[in-house]
Nanobody, 125 residues
Framework: QVQLVESGGGLVQAGGSLRLSCAASGRTFSSYAMAWFRQAPGKEREFVAGFSWSGSIYYADYLDSVKGRFTISTDNAKNTVYLQMNSLKPEDTAVYYC????????????????WGQGTQVTVSS
């Protein structure tokens, strides 16, 4: 069983930065894909960023609108995944979720088996 706990959300002005954390228990990153999704009111949950390992090859993917602004990273010693978000925009406002699945990273939310409870990010203009 995998448990995911997000933290780090909050209120920030446009142009500001936040770092989200996802603490994982009961797993190793080498065998799971990790991802961040977000869901704004009235919208579907969308893939933001994710990574997986295939042997020694690291693969990461990002939503086009966050490329160059967001970075996903890990601290294996702490079993924690981070999402560094810079140059935030009001349209980034959403509940952000951490997710995990066996195998490679994909952008389809329904293919993820484990989810955190979510953390609210609000960007004011």
């Amino acid at each position: 069983q995998v448990q995911l706990v997000e933290s780090g959300g909050g209120l920030v002005q446009a142009g500001g930065s936040l770092r989200l954390s996802c603490a994982a228990s009961g797993r190793t990153f080498s065998s799971y894909a990790m991802a961040w999704f977000r869901q704004a009111p009235g919208k579907e949950r969308e893939f933001v960023a994710g990574f997986s390992w295939s042997g020694s090859i690291y693969y990461a993917d990002y939503l086009d609108s966050v490329k160059g602004r967001f970075t996903i990273s890990t601290d294996n010693a702490k079993n924690t995944v981070y999402l560094q978000m810079n140059s935030l925009k009001p349209e980034d406002t959403a509940v952000y979720y951490c997710a995990a699945r066996r195998g490679r990273v994909v952008s389809t939310a329904t293919l993820y088996d484990y989810w955190g409870q979510g953390t609210q990010v609000t960007v004011s203009s």
